[in-house]
């Protein structure tokens, strides 16, 4: 992404439009999909799971510190909205 994600709190936003899909972070569009490309975008009602895990794509997230290991996310708030259809 860029920068250090840990460094400080950020912002990370999902934009679930029934034929579009962007995910953010502080307001910047960092991957994005339209219906059908892979797959279709989901339109059932899905649960919302936080968690943490590394990634295995060092382009993304770089490489695994095992140093570090154990470690904790803080999460300072979550809210969920829905727009009218």
């Not at 279709?40 to 590394?54: E, G, K, S, T, V």
């Not at 060092?58 to 969920?80: K, N, Q």
């Amino acid at each position: 992404m860029g920068f250090d994600a840990a460094a400080d709190f950020h912002l990370y936003e999902i934009d679930w439009q029934p034929n579009h899909i962007a995910w953010k972070v502080d307001g910047m569009t960092v991957y994005e999909r339209t219906l059908w490309n892979p797959t279709p975008i989901p339109d059932r009602p899905l649960a919302f799971n936080l968690n943490l895990w590394h990634s295995r794509s060092t382009e993304f997230a770089g490489r695994l510190d095992t140093s570090r290991l154990p470690t904790h996310a803080e999460v300072r708030s979550i809210v969920l909205t829905a727009s009218e259809s």
